[in-house]
């Protein structure tokens, strides 16, 4: 199959053509021909299979130039909306289309200029497109077709009411499409309350995961973590290396400690200006990074082509993440590396993770790393615990009436527990049966 299979218009093929693409993806071949019928579709692929030329394509066949604000699509972070805004200009770029990128950090008078021109396409985050919409520079009455990319991102509780006021005042009529790599049951309940009658299409063939991505768990003390990342990063010497952590503030701890170690790591996180996004992100695109520590929101957009190694510096809690933080590499079927640093609780966390994706990740030796000795804090907060677990030990026994003899028999009674006085309740009188 080729795009010249599908009805799209012929602008849009010639835009095909410039960038060189032949065959469509899986989710390509299964979205397109559904899209262009105005039907909803609610479509599951993994990372790195061509989602926003999946949805792009159609919809840049399906508006009309001049009708303006006819089309929105929502992401959950800038990077994405920049990456998706692109995207579409350069397959659309014979269409005679405007797409404006709408999204927080940048400011609002830029924005508004742009909108002032009514473009077509509008693509952007959720709180900056309600923002314009109440200033009067945009309008949600004339949406033909509404789009939400990773759509499990943006209906989780953080943008979950941004998108239901949205959607709420697009027209009833509008063609609604929801991608994600990732979608629960609970996820898709809810979008469907935004859609009619959807035609739901899964091209995640097998396990969840990238199939290509080489993936491994190093176990490690809590207070190791920060020694053996510098020792992978310094011993593997990875081409370009996504660092994965849960806080903003491990994030930039991380990229203080490995620039003094010399390693090239610079940090992107949420609470960063946007000046400083766009200068982190464009390094990336152009090669110009070693490493690369981000936050898991923040993550969300980074499409380049050339990541080799993603590390989960912190377990993430939600199975569903890790798929998208190792999706990162492997891009367009190329292979990657995921290495993840569990620490000795995180067993049972590991094990959601394996069951989510269907996949057993091996465990990886590392024998030349020499653990680090255990801190002097750990050590004192584990021997109080120790000290309080005894205290309340003693207490409960002493409670029940029990003592603990120093030379107890353990082998005749339980634990070395000797009774001092019969239970204060006891079974007691006859048994009443039939007889």
Not at 150 to 165: A, H, P, S, T
Not at 242 to 252: A, Y
Not at 301 to 316: C, K, Q, R, T
Request: net charge neutral; with cysteine.
């Amino acid at each position: 199959m080729t795009f010249d299979d599908f009805d799209l218009v012929e602008d849009v093929l010639d835009g095909i053509d410039d960038e060189g693409f032949v065959h469509p993806t899986m989710i390509q071949s299964m979205l397109i021909p559904v899209a262009l019928t105005g039907k909803d579709v609610l479509g599951q692929a993994k990372t790195g299979t061509g989602k926003t030329a999946a949805f792009g394509l159609p919809l840049l066949s399906l508006v009309d130039p001049g009708d303006g604000f006819a089309a929105l699509v929502l992401a959950p972070t800038r990077e994405l909306a920049l990456q998706i805004t692109a995207e579409l200009q350069t397959l659309g770029k014979h269409s005679g289309l405007k797409v404006c990128a709408v999204y927080g950090g940048e400011p609002i008078e830029k924005q508004a200029k742009r909108l002032s021109q009514k473009p077509e396409i509008i693509v952007g985050t959720p709180g900056r497109v309600m923002d314009m919409e109440r200033r009067g520079y945009l309008r949600f009455d004339r949406i033909q077709v509404a789009i939400l990319d990773e759509v499990d991102r943006m209906l989780d509780i953080g943008f979950r009411e941004d998108i239901r006021q949205i959607l709420g005042v697009c027209p009833k009529d509008r063609q609604t499409i929801f991608v994600s790599a990732t979608l629960t049951p609970e996820i898709e309940k809810l979008a469907r309350k935004y859609m009619n009658d959807p035609e739901k299409l899964v091209a995640s063939a097998g396990s969840l995961t990238v199939s290509v991505v080489e993936q491994h768990y190093l176990t490690v003390q809590p207070w190791d973590k920060k020694r053996l990342l510098v020792h992978l990063l310094t011993h593997e010497e990875p081409a370009l290396t996504v660092v994965f952590c849960r806080l903003k503030r491990v994030v930039d701890d991380l990229e203080k400690l490995l620039q003094s170690k010399g390693i090239d790591a610079v940090a992107i996180h949420g609470d960063m200006r946007q000046s400083r996004r766009n200068s982190v992100m464009g390094k990336l695109r152009t090669g110009k990074l070693g490493v690369l520590i981000a936050s898991d929101l923040a993550s969300r957009g980074i499409d380049v082509e050339g990541i080799s190694h993603v590390i989960n510096y912190d377990l993430p809690e939600d199975p569903d993440l890790y798929i998208h933080r190792i999706g990162r590499t492997a891009r367009a079927g190329r292979g990657g590396i995921a290495w993840s640093l569990v620490t000795p609780e995180q067993g049972k966390l590991l094990t959601e993770i394996e069951t989510r994706i269907n996949t057993h990740i091996p465990y990886m030796a590392y024998p030349d790393f020499e653990p680090g000795p255990e801190p002097d804090s750990v050590r004192q907060k584990r021997e109080l615990d120790a000290m309080r677990d005894e205290r309340s030990k003693q207490r409960t026994l002493e409670r029940m009436g029990k003592v603990l003899p120093k030379d107890a028999d353990e082998s005749k009674f339980p634990g070395g527990v000797v009774p001092t006085k019969l239970p204060p309740k006891r079974l007691g009188g006859r048994i009443s049966g039939r007889r």
